[in-house]
């Protein structure tokens, strides 16, 4: 029974996060749009997107080879398969024992790669350059990923997401100092992943500052369209992880819990929502900044990792 | 099973003897390297089944000097990646065979020296193929000595070898102690202590560290391993690097004795954190295919050097697990790396043999006309950036998990420590995949640059093999690391004299009870999955095939017809995808500097840019000893002009130095 019971939240997990990609993307483009004084689209334009692009054939260029063609699949199934990974509304999915952070990691790396190949293989000015950035700006955030890991493992015993969302819910930890910085660390690593503003414009076209966007520039069709839905994967991946990590509260616990269910997937949407608010409210505040300043915005996440990490350290010494 | 071994051995050193007469048939480079080939299964299968059934007892050698010869599980753990690294050079060797008859000498004595390291029982022995292993390597460095810059690269590829010779030689006696017992069941009886440990400790890490290419001992791999063939720098990169990180791990972690202090391991922790993030920097600048690869060679060192490190560290702690995970992360990246670098350097090989060039600059584009060199080194390129499920995540993921508990050594300098590295594992892993995009966006993907670039084909059968089968394995080994690491549990013993808690399983690797756990074949099944839905409903909706123009390009014309690849200079260079990462980190970590010089308005002279990079290890490590060699060499001169009574003064004196010295020694 047991199981059952993790399969079947597995499933409905699978189910909402994929009705929620797409919301995510576009309510907080709608969002952004209302605080701009804008009326904005609706927040399902980016799933007509989605659907109208499936529908065209796509265009490659002559010299692309089938990295062009395989990399947008690979691209969307990599941020699909760390999604699934990311608890939601409730703990002991059947694919929970899989989670782990490092693995996480490792997979959006993946999917990097991914994309900074298939935005090489044109042979193309702005393909290339996108692809130097966007791995030179990982491997600042990389670290600083790992560092709110440290701490993150250093609470719960383990990089596994199921024990260290347990920890965090059970409350017996308390507000720390190290967390609060863990957390800044984490937001920034997840705007640099997503390419949001103040690193990258998600919104930008054919400007010389961009960065995800110049990788994609030679892919349309159902290319294009995978690689739209690949990057509102990792978008609703990120705020899923933060949720799950440092606003655990409403999870339903292990096991057949309908009500409990219903609670979280409330908490859960009540949660996202929150965060879309949040990233929509910082983005319409602040400038994109300067490319060569991104290392200082990384290398400030990775120095507050740091300090989360020795903070932690002196706390337990002195406990 | 020993005597297959030392009869290999002899086979081997037989062919090294019979090359320089046979070398004038044509026939000669294919036989010693199908000899080779045949040597390198039976090392592999020995060692294999040295793992499988047990270690094999000391024998001594029969070549008339006390040499003992034995083969217990660490030994059999790098003679099996001995084997397999062999066989894939071997293999590449028999479609592009060395012509030479020195080389064809040295070849088999660099596969029978490694060997011979790998299997000795005592100091003599170990040292006898050590250098071997040198001296052999060198003769191939130097393969090519028409160009000066090979010359150099042998010269100080051989001025390396030799410190790594001045600081083994007295390394060794010291362990055999005043009793002078060289066999390693006298060195574990009486280990090492104070000073004397210490000496050990600073001498093992300088002797083999500069085998190994540990920073900053590091300089000598990128110069050699373009400047050998192919399948040689792959197997030097692959398999002779790893020897030296086996003499480490030997003499420091089981010769010196289960009960040394916490720092035992620090100076490799530190050494190996600063080795990755070098290696992967410099990796993202080079503009030749091989130095790059080597560059990448020495991060990987650093992380297998940071897992040795840490499992020194967690053992002085009495973390039995925990030390048994570094260990074991160790082996296992040592092994996958052997396998993924042979791959990459028999790749790039195959491109310079069909494309004429080494060079980043020069390449694009293959992906056309080398599909399969192309696909296996995307194997290898994936897991040399570590991504899942390949077999350099598995192992990362493995030192990432030793890393990120190396707080529990209580110590609160060493946590700091920890931390450091683990910021320092993270960063060379990510600046590892950088370069691994880099070198293969640069060489295999956009248009060609060159029209060499633009006709090259495949490699023939036997080359193709030589990548296939390490590619074949990277993915298992991916697939596989709990059963790999099962297979490693007899060398972490070794290493690890107390009891280590089992914690593989047959799918999955884990961290003690309750820690983090890694299930590659579950999360493979989830990717194909996941991957196959996908696949399968957007093929439902969208149209089939793809329609082909020219690149978009934000509107960028067609080329002209005397450009059928269009300008190369409108792609992406080696110099300027490395750009980002050259301002972020390279102006503290490699003193990089870029500088633009602007004509005055009006001035029609074109703007210049200069931009490079030095490694620090040249500033400040080879040029003071450059200086200090030019000073001793005229204080040397002195000696020349001395008159005959101090002449005769200086043997005698040392004499009655040297006598002072036995005395005081017998004394104590």
Redo the contacts between chains.
């Keep these: 029974m047991a199981w059952l019971a993790a399969i079947l939240t597995q499933i409905l997990h699978l189910a909402l996060v994929l009705a929620a990609a797409p919301l995510v993307v576009g309510g907080i483009r709608w969002l952004k749009a209302r605080m701009q004084g804008r009326i904005g689209a609706s927040p399902l334009q980016p799933l007509r997107d989605f659907?109208k692009l499936?529908?065209?054939?796509?265009?490659?260029?002559?010299?692309?080879?089938?990295?062009s063609?395989a990399a947008p699949?690979?691209g969307?199934?990599?941020a699909?398969?760390a999604l699934?990974l990311v608890p939601s509304f409730a703990r002991g999915m059947a694919?929970a024992?899989?989670a782990?952070l490092?693995?996480i990691a490792?997979?959006l790396?993946?999917g990097?790669?991914a994309l900074?190949?298939a935005g090489?293989?044109?042979?193309?000015?702005?393909?290339?350059?996108g692809?130097?950035?966007e791995?030179?700006?990982?491997?600042?955030?990389?670290?600083a990923?790992?560092?709110v890991?440290?701490v993150l493992?250093?609470l719960a015993?383990?990089?596994?997401l199921e024990?260290i969302g347990a920890l965090f819910q059970d409350g017996s930890l308390g507000l720390r100092v190290s967390l609060g910085l863990a957390l800044v660390a984490l937001l920034a690593v997840a705007v640099a992943e997503n390419a949001r503003i103040p690193v990258d414009n998600p919104a930008t076209h054919?400007e010389l500052t961009m960065v995800h966007e110049a990788m994609i520039?030679?892919a349309s069709?159902?290319h294009l369209?995978?690689w739209e839905a690949a990057s509102a994967l990792r978008l609703t991946l990120w705020l899923a992880l933060i949720a799950a990590i440092f606003f655990p509260f409403g999870t339903a616990p292990v096991g057949f819990a309908p009500l409990g269910w219903a609670v979280g997937i409330g908490a859960w949407v009540a949660k996202m929502a929150l965060l879309c608010l949040a990233l929509a409210a910082f983005e319409s505040a602040i400038a994109k900044m300067r490319?060569?300043r991104v290392?200082e915005f990384l290398g400030a996440a990775?120095l507050l990792?740091?300090l989360a990490?020795?903070l932690l350290?002196l706390s337990t010494?002195l406990a | 099973m020993l005597t297959a071994l030392i009869l290999t051995l002899a086979g081997l050193g037989l062919l090294a003897a019979l090359a320089v007469p046979l070398a004038r048939f044509a026939w000669a480079g294919l036989a010693m390297h199908g000899g080779c080939l045949l040597a390198s299964v039976v090392l592999a299968g020995c060692g294999l089944a040295v793992l499988l059934a047990g270690a094999l007892p000391v024998q001594a050698l029969p070549i008339g000097v006390p040499a003992l010869v034995a083969v217990d599980a660490l030994s059999a753990w790098f003679l099996l990646l001995l084997g397999l690294a062999g066989s894939c050079s071997a293999l590449f060797g028999l479609s592009h065979p060395l012509v030479a008859p020195r080389l064809l000498a040295a070849y088999p004595l660099f596969l029978a020296g490694m060997a011979l390291t790998l299997i000795a029982a005592d100091g003599f022995t170990l040292v006898l193929g050590f250098e071997a292993m040198s001296i052999a390597s060198w003769v191939l460095v130097a393969a090519d000595h028409a160009q000066a810059e090979n010359r150099r690269a042998a010269r100080r590829y051989l001025a390396f070898a030799l410190l790594s010779g001045i600081c083994l030689v007295p390394a060794i006696g010291l362990l055999g102690g005043v009793a002078g017992d060289l066999s390693f069941a006298g060195i574990r009886a009486a280990p090492p202590q104070g000073w004397v440990a210490v000496a050990v400790l600073a001498l093992v890490v300088v002797g083999a560290g500069a085998k190994a290419g540990l920073v900053p001992l590091h300089n000598w791999l990128p110069l050699a391993h373009p400047a050998a063939p192919s399948h040689v720098s792959a197997l030097m990169s692959a398999a002779m690097t790893k020897v030296a990180i086996y003499v480490l791990a030997r003499l420091l972690l089981d010769l010196s004795g289960p009960a040394q202090p916490l720092w035992w391991g620090v100076p490799l922790l530190v050494l190996g954190a600063a080795s990755a993030v070098l290696g992967a920097l410099r990796a993202n600048l080079e503009e030749n295919a091989k130095t790059l690869l080597a560059c990448s060679t020495i991060e990987n060192i650093g992380l297998i050097c940071i897992g040795l490190g840490l499992a020194a560290c967690f053992r002085a702690a009495d973390l039995g697990v925990l030390a048994g995970l570094a260990a074991g992360a160790a082996l296992l990246h040592a092994l996958n790396h052997a396998m993924f670098k042979s791959l990459l350097f028999l790749g790039m090989g195959e491109v310079a043999h069909a494309a004429a060039s080494r060079r980043l600059d020069r390449l694009?584009?293959l992906?056309?006309a080398m599909p399969w060199t192309a696909g296996a080194v995307l194997v290898g390129v994936?897991a040399a950036?570590?991504?899942?499920p390949l077999s350099g995540?598995a192992s990362e993921?493995l030192l990432?998990?030793a890393l990120?508990?190396a707080?529990r050594v209580g110590d609160?300098a060493f946590?700091?420590l920890g931390?450091?590295v683990?910021?320092?594992?993270?960063?060379a892993?990510?600046?590892a995949?950088?370069a691994?995009?880099?070198l293969?966006?640069?060489v295999f993907?956009?248009?060609p640059r060159t029209p060499r670039a633009a006709g090259a084909v495949d490699g023939p059968m036997p080359a193709r093999l030589a990548l296939l089968l390490p590619a074949g394995l990277t993915i298992l080994f991916g697939l596989l690391p709990g059963t790999l690491l099962g297979l490693a549990e007899g060398a972490v013993q070794v290493l690890l004299p107390f009891g280590v808690a089992e914690r593989s399983g047959f799918a999955m690797v884990r961290?003690g009870d309750?820690?983090?756990?890694?299930?590659p074949l579950?999360?493979t099944l989830?990717?194909a999955v996941?991957?196959g839905a996908?696949?399968w409903l957007?093929r439902r909706?969208?149209?089939a095939?793809?329609?082909?123009?020219?690149?978009?390009?934000?509107g960028?014309i067609a080329p002209p017809q005397h450009l059928p690849?269009?300008d190369p200079v409108?792609?992406?260079s080696a110099a300027?995808?490395?750009?980002?990462?050259r301002?972020?980190?390279g102006g503290s970590l490699l003193a990089a500097h870029e500088s633009v010089v602007m004509p005055r308005p009006g001035d029609p002279a074109p703007a210049r840019l200069t931009s490079g990079y030095a490694d620090p290890s040249e500033a400040w490590l080879l040029a003071p000893l450059a200086r200090w060699r030019d000073a001793l060499a005229v204080w040397a001169e002195k000696l020349r002009d001395l008159p005959l009574t101090a002449t005769l003064m200086l043997p005698f004196g040392t004499l009655v130095a040297l006598l002072a010295l036995a005395a005081w020694l017998e004394a104590r």
């Design positions: 659907l499936l529908r065209k054939r796509p265009v490659l260029a002559d010299n692309a080879s089938w990295i063609q699949y690979a969307a199934t990599v699909l398969a699934v694919l024992p899989l782990d490092v693995l490792g997979l790396a993946a990097r790669v900074a190949l090489m293989d044109a042979g193309t000015a702005f393909g290339g350059l692809a130097s950035r791995m030179s700006f990982a491997a600042l955030a990389e670290p990923l790992l560092l890991a440290l493992a250093m015993g383990s990089t596994g024990t054919l520039l030679e069709g159902r369209a995978l490319v060569f290392p990775l990792g740091l990490a020795l350290f010494r | 694009g584009g992906i056309h994936a950036a570590s991504l899942p995540f993921w990432l998990q990120l508990a707080w609160l946590q700091v931390v450091a683990v910021a320092a594992a993270a960063l892993a990510a600046l995949a950088a691994m995009v880099r293969f966006g640069l993907l956009g248009r961290v309750g820690g983090a756990r890694y299930w579950a999360l989830l990717l996941v991957g996908i696949w957007v909706r969208a149209p095939g793809v329609a082909r123009g020219p690149a978009w390009d934000c960028f690849f269009g409108t792609q992406p300027g995808f490395g750009q980002p990462l301002r972020m980190l």
